[in-house]
C-alpha cells in the first residue's frame, strides 16, 4: 500500500474510533440516565466489576482522578449502597472498596443494554465481519496495552 494511502486509513482510522467512541459513551449516558448513579460513578463500579476490590488510590489511578475526588465518589457510592469499604484482611491500615449486588445487577443491567444496542449497529453486518471486526479489534486493543 502506498504511504499516501496508508497515512489516509491511519487518518480515517483515528477519526471513526474517535466519533464511535463519541456515540457509544452519549448512548451510555442515555441509558444511564434511568439510574440514580453518574457517569464516574459507572466508570468506577466498572473498575471494581473488572478487577475486584481496590484500594482508593487504585481506584484514582484507573480513573485518572484526584484521590479526593475518588474518596468523594466513593462516599456518594456508598450512600446508595452500591460500594462498601472494607478493612483489608492481611492488612488493617488498608481500606479497601468493594462492589455490593446492588452495584453489581447495575453494570449487568447498562452492559447488557450497550451490548443490544451495538448488536443492533451490526445487524446488517455479516456473520463473517463481525468476527473480523472483534478480531481486529482486539488486537488492536493487545497492541495498545
Known sequence: MPQDDLTASIDAIEKDLRHIAGI?????REILSNYTITPPQFIALQWLDELGDMTIGELSNKMYLAFSTTTDLIDRMEQKDLVIRERDTKDRRVVRVQLLEKGEKIIKEVVEQRQRYLKDVVDDFGHEDILALSKYL?????EMK
Open 138 to 142: 482486539s488486537k488492536m486493543h493487545q
Open 24 to 28: 457509544i459513551k452519549q448512548k451510555g
